[in-house]
């Protein structure tokens, strides 16, 4: 069981990403999260300068989302636990989120002996009731082992993406779940490569070369000359190939694009910003790709080079991306799904 322990939030990953509510006790095999990471929620509204809502790039709520989908996942809500024990267990999540978990001993053991039972019955449509007279202690413990197991305290995670999480995994216990959306996904992929890095002992991403920000106006002219772009007002450096022809997506609408992003040498590729197909509306993306999105049409081909203030701003950057420096990326319009018009 501890073995199982160890790789349960890896593994949740994989549910999340598929759409299954993998049950407990065969959610352990390590996750070899390699597909490639959307950018739709990295890119999440803001406005030049303002920090994004996570350090990874994610907002808020996907980290609710992916805690309501772990707490679906694992029955938490079907298995008969009372509010003090399910406190109990975030509590000793919490705890070794804060580095100082609690010690699983056989009271704990035997609980998690037990919500491998319940859950195989739950999953096979059993309604036998959850058994034994357990301690706090023990829900306490069995907490702390799972959030030792999703390495939650070494994957970056701030206090407040933690409490997001936990509260996410609170509704799904209390029968109101979020609706997981494509920002959670995302989420749970970063997870999965993360913690397989932690436990490979490799570091998750190498980070692009250091930047001077007093050279970013000479580094904009000079990509401007060798990208053959155009400049903005607003500093965005831009290249846009006609494509079909067709209406320019609005604000509202959402887009299908494909994105291959590299740091400002033009060299290190930024797989935590690139996919092959992002979802996403064009006023939850990053300023710079809300203007310049507006400049394409379908099979349109563009190249961005976007200045910090028009990508993270001044807020966290994700893991590997210099702070403060221009991004490239190459995007591709694969489609336009228009906005709802609204009721009359």
Same mark, same amino acid.
């Given at each position: ?14 549910? *999340? ?5 993998? =049950? ?14 959307? %950018? ?7 406005? $030049?300068?303002?920090? !994004? ?32 024990? @399910? ?9 070794? @989120?804060?580095?100082? !978990? ?16 319940? *859950? ?8 036998? $009731? ?8 023990? &829900? ?5 082992? %799972? ?17 997001? @999480? ?11 779940? &979020? ?15 993360? *913690?397989?890095? *932690? ?9 692009? =070369?250091?930047?001077? !920000?007093?050279?970013? %106006?000479? &580094? ?6 060798? &990208? ?13 190939? $006609? ?11 959402? %887009? ?14 930024? =797989? ?16 710079? @790709? ?49 906005? $709802?018009?609204?009721? !009359?």
């Amino acid at each position: 069981m501890a073995r199982r322990l160890k790789n349960f939030a890896a593994a949740f990953s994989r549910g *999340i990403l598929t759409g299954v509510k993998t =049950p407990l006790p065969r959610m352990f095999p390590i996750l070899v999260a390699a597909a490639a990471l959307a %950018v739709a929620t990295a890119m999440s509204a803001q406005t $030049p300068g303002a920090a !994004p809502k996570s350090a990874a790039g994610f907002p808020t709520s996907a980290y609710a989302e992916l805690g309501s989908s772990m707490g679906q996942a694992s029955h938490f809500g079907e298995i008969g636990w009372t509010d003090e024990q @399910f406190g109990a267990f975030i509590d000793g999540m919490r705890a070794a @989120f804060a580095g100082k !978990p609690f010690e699983m001993d056989d009271t704990g053991h035997r609980l998690s002996a037990e919500m491998g039972r319940r *859950i195989d019955g739950i999953d096979a449509g059993a309604k036998g $009731p959850f058994t034994g007279d357990f301690p706090l202690s023990a &829900y306490s413990a069995f907490g702390s082992s %799972v959030g030792l197991g999703g390495h939650f305290g070494e994957v970056g995670w701030t206090q407040d993406q933690f409490d997001a @999480f936990a509260e996410g995994m609170r509704s799904a216990f209390k029968g109101t779940p &979020y609706e997981v959306e494509d920002s959670a996904r995302q989420l749970a992929a970063d997870m999965g490569r993360r *913690i397989k890095a *932690i436990e490979a002992g490799t570091p998750t991403q190498q980070a692009a =070369p250091p930047f001077d !920000p007093s050279k970013l %106006v000479q &580094y904009m002219k000079d990509a401007s000359a060798r &990208y053959h772009l155009q400049l903005s007002e607003s500093g965005l450096g831009y290249s846009v190939t $006609p494509g079909r022809n067709g209406i320019r997506p609005r604000l509202g609408d959402t %887009v299908v694009i494909s994105c291959n992003a590299v740091a400002f040498d033009g060299v290190t590729k930024l =797989p935590q910003l690139s996919s092959g197909r992002i979802h996403s509306k064009v006023e939850q993306m990053f300023p710079g @790709f809300r203007e310049g999105l507006q400049m394409m049409t379908v099979d349109s081909h563009a190249i961005f080079v976007l200045p910090p203030a028009l990508s993270f701003g001044h807020g966290a950057w994700p893991e590997g991306v210099t702070q403060g420096s221009p991004i490239i990326f190459e995007v591709t319009l694969l489609d336009v799904v228009p906005a $709802p018009a609204p009721k !009359p």
